[in-house]
């Protein structure tokens, strides 16, 4: 029952929390087509995560830190390696559980640091002035979205009403957006935190990023245009955002990391040095069956390591459970951008999906982000797949 | 011992989290210049709400809604009023308990929702600009700020370092803020959480919002001006968030609501309705001892309700805990601003603050802000303070 090669094979093991049959929420990581209760190898004395692996998040184990999670990681596979007879009755198909949100997100930070994406959107949103805004290339550009309406992947997503302003118009109409939109993006969920006061440099990421999630941060466009001046999206972004329901441990890309895009102009040392690495995962955006876009992380400007120094740079405390995400991937080609408002060019060029043309999304639609990485020894591992379906406003 | 007159007497009865002598932090309620150990009081079989009032935060308490609240405050009041007797031991001078941050903070959110305020921004960000942007009469503007930065009052405040570059200069430096700023705000504290989905309407307010804190929200000019577009404030603003360690119940402040000022043009109907009512609070801003602004908070354009509808219209759910600020506190006269940016127009005026001139913070500064409210029967009920001192930056 246990695969151990293939796309969720030994080198991969993400987490992830689940239920079945009623019994009380607990960690457990994906074999294959297969979920390993780890809760219950906790309780039957097979791996001894001080009680992490029973909870109902991801959280305390998160908050145990980098030997912790070796710890479990080297455990684990040793169990599904050498002693996976000792396993029986604690392996569930995938199709007999239910997956939850897989931790308590703290606080979530969204990042804008593809070049392609932010030139895109400028383009779109500023004709006739420069693409990039002046500080886009001295500091990873970001802000606060909300936490609380981080949801997992498989939950639907319901139309959201609010403002919005035609150009032409003198005054808002109140009404479900017209403009729904997805921005495929990658996740880090912050594992060990720090103290008020702390920073977190580009040489520590690993001491305090447990893992990769992939993300759809939903937006509305026409919401988000109305309303962002002078403060940042809100409305238009903070009622739902989807997270992969498996958890990928850095320790399982290890051979995903590439060197990131060379920076000019040269940025402060607070955000230089650390090997100035980036991850090699190659997204996919599906739309309603339809594979329309294929973005590429890699050329991402800005890092994760450098978007967590800065994220701390003055101070701020991060949480164990605390989420930031890359912003939108895009890639320097249209068929390679992850939104549909860069994909059809702010709707003005239609995409064929299907056998429909489609400009932003409808109801009953339903998009899907994937990623594949390179894993150790050839091996190539899927991230756990983002994906819900539109529900029409109510 | 028990002062149920002044300031902090029988109708005031504002809830905090405390700690003294090594116990495990609970619940109080503060009257006079003692507190309350409902935690114990609960032990003892004096009072009933389930177990929360044993919580190491309120929002075991606040999850329970209007009714429990209102049984609550209502079995303390008979307490305190006809039963003192049984208190004792479980009362506590104020000098001898270390006070908590009183809630776990879900989301938070900042409105700016003085027109004065936005209007002197405006005026100095923007010159030869309108100062108010054209959505601001139609909705009121909020973003997502950092949670797990909130503090509670007398949490020194380290001085942010950050990027931040002259208007003359090519590039950005990197160091210390050199225009630390505050925000002298009201917090609404949501008690009653919703679903993802859901609404709750302007006249819904009293159902999920609990009660009331002072907030500081620390500001970092040069830091905010630089990286402020296009996604809004991020590190300017997260290094911290004071609020006060009391929450006043909504119940305490029913003689404080007056009609909000009248708004033109119409707002949309979701933002319509409910009573139009404002809160009739006079804030203090005391700096180094000296009050230098005592900005009102009756004449604030978007009331809170509207900021809870508005902030829900589009399906996000609200938890117990999230706390939402009214922004920045300011009336129309210089000495009512509740930012030292106004205050001091924009570092161009400085002001007096005992025998020094000033403009943004110094080390070792301290700012305290205070506000009373109509209470019952001619009562003057005093908030809780919200202070903290600057330190160096490390």
Same mark, same amino acid.
């Given at each position: 029952?246990?695969?151990?090669?293939?796309?969720?094979?030994?080198?991969?093991?993400?987490?992830?929390?689940?239920?079945?049959?009623?019994? @009380?929420?607990?960690?457990?990581?994906?074999?294959?087509?297969?979920?390993?209760?780890?809760?219950?190898?906790?309780?039957?004395?097979?791996?001894?995560?001080?009680?992490?692996?029973?909870?109902?998040?991801?959280?305390?184990?998160?908050?145990?830190?980098?030997?912790?999670?070796?710890?479990?990681?080297?455990?684990?596979?040793?169990?599904?390696?050498?002693?996976?007879?000792?396993?029986?009755?604690?392996?569930?198909?995938?199709?007999?559980?239910?997956?939850?949100?897989?931790?308590?997100?703290? $606080?979530?930070?969204?990042?804008?640091?593809?070049?392609?994406?932010?030139?895109?959107?400028? @383009?779109?949103?500023?004709?006739?002035?420069?693409?990039?805004?002046?500080?886009?290339?001295?500091?990873?550009?970001?802000?606060?979205?909300?936490?609380?309406? =981080?949801?997992?992947?498989?939950?639907?997503?319901?139309?959201?009403?609010?403002?919005?302003?035609?150009?032409?118009?003198?005054?808002?109409?109140?009404?479900?957006?017209?403009?729904?939109?997805?921005?495929?993006?990658?996740?880090?969920?912050?594992?060990?935190?720090?103290?008020?006061?702390?920073?977190?440099?580009?040489?520590?990421?690993?001491?305090?990023?447990?893992?990769?999630?992939?993300?759809?941060?939903?937006?509305?466009? $026409?919401?988000?245009?109305?309303?962002?001046?002078?403060?940042?999206?809100?409305?238009?972004?903070?009622?739902?955002?989807?997270?992969?329901?498996?958890?990928?441990?850095?320790?399982?890309?290890?051979?995903?990391?590439?060197?990131?895009?060379?920076?000019?102009?040269?940025?402060?040392?607070?955000?230089?040095?650390?090997?100035?690495?980036?991850?090699?995962?190659?997204?996919? =955006?599906?739309?309603?069956?339809?594979?329309?876009?294929?973005?590429?992380?890699?050329?991402?400007?800005?890092?994760?390591?450098?978007?967590?120094?800065?994220?701390?740079?003055?101070?701020?405390?991060?949480?164990?459970?605390?989420?930031? @995400?890359?912003?939108? =991937?895009?890639?320097?080609?249209?068929?390679?951008?992850?939104?549909?408002?860069?994909?059809?060019?702010?709707?003005?060029?239609?995409?064929?999906?299907?056998?429909?043309?489609?400009?932003?999304?409808?109801?009953?639609?339903?998009?899907? =982000?994937?990623?594949?990485?390179?894993?150790?020894?050839?091996?190539?591992?899927?991230?756990?797949?983002?994906?819900?379906?539109?529900?029409?406003?109510?």
């Amino acid at each position: 029952m246990l695969d151990l090669t293939g796309p969720f094979g030994i080198h991969h093991l993400p987490y992830g929390v689940f239920t079945y049959g009623g019994v @009380a929420p607990r960690v457990g990581v994906r074999v294959g087509d297969a979920v390993l209760d780890l809760g219950g190898a906790e309780a039957a004395g097979l791996i001894d995560a001080g009680g992490a692996f029973g909870q109902p998040t991801l959280n305390a184990h998160l908050a145990q830190g980098r030997a912790a999670w070796t710890a479990a990681r080297d455990r684990i596979t040793t169990l599904l390696r050498d002693e996976s007879a000792t396993l029986d009755g604690l392996v569930y198909p995938l199709t007999d559980v239910t997956l939850l949100l897989p931790f308590a997100v703290g $606080d979530y930070v969204d990042f804008y640091s593809s070049e392609h994406h932010a030139a895109n959107v400028g @383009a779109l949103f500023r004709p006739g002035s420069p693409p990039l805004l002046p500080n886009w290339k001295h500091l990873p550009i970001g802000y606060h979205g909300r936490a609380g309406t =981080v949801v997992v992947s498989g939950t639907d997503v319901v139309r959201p009403c609010g403002q919005r302003k035609a150009p032409t118009a003198d005054v808002p109409t109140y009404g479900p957006t017209g403009r729904l939109d997805i921005e495929a993006e990658v996740g880090f969920v912050v594992g060990a935190g720090t103290a008020l006061g702390d920073r977190v440099g580009v040489a520590d990421f690993a001491d305090h990023v447990f893992g990769v999630v992939l993300v759809n941060d939903w937006s509305a466009r $026409d919401i988000q245009a109305w309303e962002y001046q002078p403060l940042g999206p809100f409305l238009g972004k903070s009622f739902a955002t989807s997270v992969s329901a498996w958890v990928t441990p850095l320790a399982a890309l290890e051979a995903a990391w590439v060197p990131a895009p060379a920076q000019d102009p040269a940025v402060l040392p607070y955000l230089s040095g650390g090997g100035h690495r980036g991850l090699d995962l190659a997204l996919e =955006v599906e739309w309603n069956g339809t594979v329309v876009s294929r973005p590429p992380f890699a050329p991402m400007y800005w890092t994760p390591a450098q978007q967590l120094a800065h994220l701390t740079v003055n101070g701020a405390s991060v949480r164990p459970g605390d989420l930031y @995400a890359s912003g939108t =991937v895009s890639g320097p080609e249209r068929d390679q951008t992850g939104s549909f408002l860069e994909l059809t060019w702010g709707g003005a060029e239609p995409v064929t999906v299907g056998d429909a043309k489609r400009t932003f999304l409808e109801d009953g639609d339903t998009v899907t =982000v994937r990623a594949t990485a390179p894993g150790r020894d050839g091996a190539v591992l899927a991230l756990g797949e983002v994906t819900a379906t539109v529900l029409p406003s109510r």
